[in-house]
């Protein structure tokens, strides 16, 4: 069974930093592309980085580029994602998503994890 | 970046109707088009890919199509436990993996 689970949201203030971390199992996670998706309260789903199978290539929403750093360490099976220089509008469910392969959608998600920036 | 756009916002129907939800691309994407529910409380769930194909599990009461930049969510016959919010995601070579804003479907 395909299992998502991400752990390291919490209540920052603005401008601080926080790590999450997507724990995965059940496939072989060095053959998978990964994504962060992001919902704010009430709001629509949003991409917010995605990283290649190897961790060679990366990808961001023009919305946190150059603030936050996605990484993957396949010999822990998991994917991270580093939120420096948090915003207001950062605040948001983050989920990590597993892409199904080369053109193909996600066809899991994590459950999410709650990133509330506030002073 | 290819835009996703989404119409209606929101939809109110009865159970029984036929319902059809659209999404535009901004520029062609061949059929590299997802449609996702999300249940209030619960995480987005994939239903269709390739615009047109059902994901394994989903009932057969919902349908896709389109091609290019246009495509359309069709649920044949609303039941109670259809209430969602749909996403359309367009899923082509490299990111960005654009969402549509989302369409709310009530029942009446």
Redesign the interface.
Known sequence: EVLLVESGGGLVQPGGSLRLSCAASGFTFSSYAMSWVRQAPGKGLEWVSAISESGDSTYYADSVKGRFTISRDSSKNTMYLQMNSLRAEDTAVYFCAKKDGYNKPFDYWGQGTLVTVSS | ?IQMTQSPSSLSASVGDRVTVTCRASQGISN?L?W?Q?KPGQ????LI?AASTL?SGVPSRFSGSGSGTDFTLTISSLRPEDVA?Y?C?K????????????TKLEIK
């Open positions: 970046d590299y997802a996702y999300q995480v987005p769930k994939l890919y994901q919010t996403y995601q899923y082509n070579s490299a990111p960005p993996y654009t969402f549509g804003q989302g």
